[in-house]
Each structure stands twice: as C-alpha cells, then as structure tokens.
C-alpha cells in the first residue's frame, strides 16, 4: 500500500517542523517541503490563505492524503498514513 501524498509546510529554524520531516523520512515517505520563511510572498500569502481555511495556525502545516494537520502531531500522523 503507497502512502498518500505529504506536504509539509515548515520554518527553517522550527525544531518541530525538523521533527516532522524526520517522522517521515524514517517511515519511508518522502515529503514534499515547502519552507514558508525561504519563498516568494505571494506564495506565502497563498499558503497563509491555505492554513486558514484549515483552521491552522502555526507551523509545521503538514497535509496529508488532503487532510491538514497543525503542529507535530505523530498520532494524527500515523492515522492519516494509515487511511490509505
């Protein structure tokens, strides 16, 4: 079974986004990594908009298989990855 897609939306200086990128790596999903504080400012605001609509509000944003998750959150994590 293929693992849905991930995207993780991190700081470069957040210890919790390093977490997350590591939580995945170690099971074998390669995420996609966007770092909010290294991209242009429309797709900051873009992604901004996106946390919103989700009701997140700090960072790591991590969307898994389409469901958002706010924070490092290994449960919700494992959950999701296992939806598929």
């Known amino acids: 079974m293929a693992a849905p897609p991930v995207l993780i939306v991190s700081l470069t200086t ?8 590591a939580f995945f790596r170690q099971r074998g999903v390669q995420p996609t990594v966007i770092e909010f504080d290294t991209v242009s400012n429309d797709l900051k605001r873009r992604i901004a908009a996106d946390m919103r609509a989700h009701k997140v509000q700090g960072f790591p ?4 298989g389409g469901k958002a998750v706010g924070g490092y959150d290994p449960q919700a994590y494992e959950r999701l990855l296992s939806m598929n």
């Open 61 to 64: 944003f991590v969307m898994i």
């Open 14 to 21: 957040c210890g919790h986004c390093a977490q997350a990128k």
